[in-house]
C-alpha cells in the first residue's frame, strides 16, 4: 500500500494514477482545475491553487511521496510540501529544465550539444544574438513555453523589434535554426539507487508546434540510437534524477555523418513516450511510479514495432472508427471540451517487431 501524491491533474497524471492502481497504490491529485482528467482516476483529490499554503500541508501530509506531471511547478509550492513529504524528481531536475539558460549549460556541463544560442533580455540582444546564430533564428523565452507557445522566428536584425514584442517582451533566448532530418527523444527512468532503464528511441513527428506522431524504431543509424541512450542516462544521472526523464533531439544528417543536437529536458513523463503504454514490459507510467515509489524498475524490452498518434481537437472525433481498428489501442483523456490544439487522447498503432 501507500499513496502518491500527484501535483497536476492534466493527463500525464491520470496516466500515472492509472498505472499506480495495478502496483497496489493510491494517487492524491492536486490540481487547481476543478475539472482535471487525473481527478476521476484517482482515489482522492484536491482543487486549490499551488500557493494554497494549508491546502498543500493537507496534500503532502496524507501521502508517502509527491511528484509531479508539469515542470513549471512553483518553487514555493516545493517549499511548502518539502517538509512533509520527499518529492521526486528532485528540486535540480525542476531547476535546471525551467529555464531554457540553465538547461543549455547544464547540457553543456555533461557534453551534450545543443543548438548556438544568445541570453536576450532585450531588442539589442536580439541584434548581437544574430551574429551567434545567423539568421534566421528562433526567439523562444526561457520559462512555462510549450507546444511552440512562447516562441517567433527572427527573419534579421530589422525584425527584432516585432519578435521581442511577440514573445511578450520576456527573458528569452535565441537559437540557432537546426536544419534537422528528424526529430527524436529518449525516456529514461531512474530509481533512487541509481539503476536507469532506457527505453527505445521515438521518432517524433510535430504538426503545428504539437507532437504528432511518435513511432518506434526510429529510422536513425544504430549508433546514433546508442548515442541518443547515453545521452539520456548521463541526464538522468547527472540530475541525480528519481523517475521518469525524456531528453528532446535534433538528428542532423545521416548514415556516418548523422548527430544529435540536444533541444530540451523534460523532468516528467512525456508524450513521446506514450507508445510504451502497449509496446513494452513496462510503460514509462509504471517505472515512473516504481522509481517514485523507491521500487526496483522493469526492463523495458519492446515487443512491438508501434506508432502513437496524438487526437488533437476534433481528431477525437475519430473515436469510433479508432476503437473497432485492429491493433490500435485507443487512450481517451475524458477532457469535457473539445478545443483546437487540444491533447483529447491518443492512440497507440502495434504490429510485429520488424527490427
Ligand atoms: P514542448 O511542447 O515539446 O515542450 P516547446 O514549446 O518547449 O515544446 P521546443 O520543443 O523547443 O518548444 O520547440 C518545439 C518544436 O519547434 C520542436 O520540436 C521543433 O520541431 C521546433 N524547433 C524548436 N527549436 C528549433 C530549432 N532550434 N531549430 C529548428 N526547429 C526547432
Ligand atoms: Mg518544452
Ligand atoms: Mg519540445
Redesign the pocket.
Do not use: S, V
Given at each position: 500500500g501507500g499513496t502518491i501524491g500527484i501535483l497536476g491533474g492534466g493527463q500525464l497524471g491520470r496516466m500515472i494514477a492509472l498505472a499506480a492502481g495495478p502496483l497496489g497504490l493510491d494517487c492524491h491529485v492536486f490540481c487547481p482545475d476543478p475539472d482535471s482528467p487525473a481527478f476521476r482516476v484517482a482515489a482522492r483529490h484536491t482543487v486549490a491553487e499551488y500557493t494554497d499554503t494549508e491546502a498543500l500541508k493537507a496534500f503532502a501530509e496524507s501521502v508517502d511521496v509527491v511528484t509531479y506531471e508539469f515542470e513549471n511547478v512553483p518553487a514555493e509550492t516545493l517549499e511548502l510540501i518539502a517538509p512533509h513529504a520527499p518529492i521526486r524528481p528532485g528540486a535540480k531536475s525542476l531547476a535546471v529544465s525551467q529555464d531554457r539558460l540553465s538547461e543549455r549549460r547544464f547540457l553543456a556541463e555533461i557534453g551534450v550539444p545543443t543548438?548556438a544560442h544568445a541570453r536576450v533580455d532585450g531588442e539589442d540582444d536580439i541584434v548581437a544574438g544574430l551574429e551567434t546564430t545567423g539568421a534566421p533564428a528562433?526567439l523562444?523565452t526561457r520559462r512555462f513555453?510549450?507546444?511552440?507557445?512562447?516562441?517567433t522566428t527572427v527573419r534579421d536584425a530589422s525584425d527584432a523589434e516585432r519578435a521581442f514584442a511577440a514573445i511578450g517582451g520576456q527573458p528569452a533566448i535565441l537559437?540557432?535554426?537546426?536544419d534537422?532530418r528528424i526529430?527524436c527523444s529518449v525516456v529514461v527512468a531512474r530509481s533512487e539507487d541509481g539503476q536507469a532503464v532506457v527505453y527505445d528511441i521515438a521518432e517524433?513527428r510535430?504538426e503545428n508546434?504539437?507532437?504528432k506522431i511518435s513511432r518506434v524504431p526510429a529510422d536513425i543509424e544504430p549508433r546514433t540510437a546508442q548515442e541518443a541512450a547515453e545521452i539520456g542516462i548521463k541526464t538522468a544521472d547527472a540530475l541525480g534524477h528519481v523517475g521518469v526523464v525524456a531528453v528532446?533531439l535534433?538528428v542532423v544528417g545521416s548514415g556516418d555523418d548523422e548527430r544529435l543536437i540536444a533541444?530540451?529536458i523534460?523532468p516528467r513523463v512525456h508524450n513521446s513516450g506514450h507508445w510504451t503504454q502497449d509496446g513494452t514490459a513496462a510503460s514509462q507510467f509504471e517505472n515512473h511510479v516504481r522509481a517514485v515509489a523507491g521500487w526496483p524498475l522493469v526492463a523495458p524490452h519492446r515487443h512491438f514495432d508501434v506508432e502513437m498518434e496524438n487526437l488533437i481537437g476534433h481528431d477525437v472525433d475519430r473515436w469510433p472508427d479508432l476503437v473497432a481498428e485492429a491493433g490500435a489501442h485507443l487512450h481517451l483523456y475524458g477532457k469535457r471540451d473539445v478545443r483546437p490544439g487540444r491533447k483529447m487522447g491518443h492512440v497507440n498503432r502495434v504490429r510485429p517487431r520488424e527490427r
Open positions: 543548438a528562433i523562444k513555453g510549450y507546444d511552440g507557445k512562447g516562441q537559437e540557432e535554426r537546426i534537422f526529430e517524433n510535430h508546434h504539437i507532437l528532446e535534433f533541444n530540451e523534460a
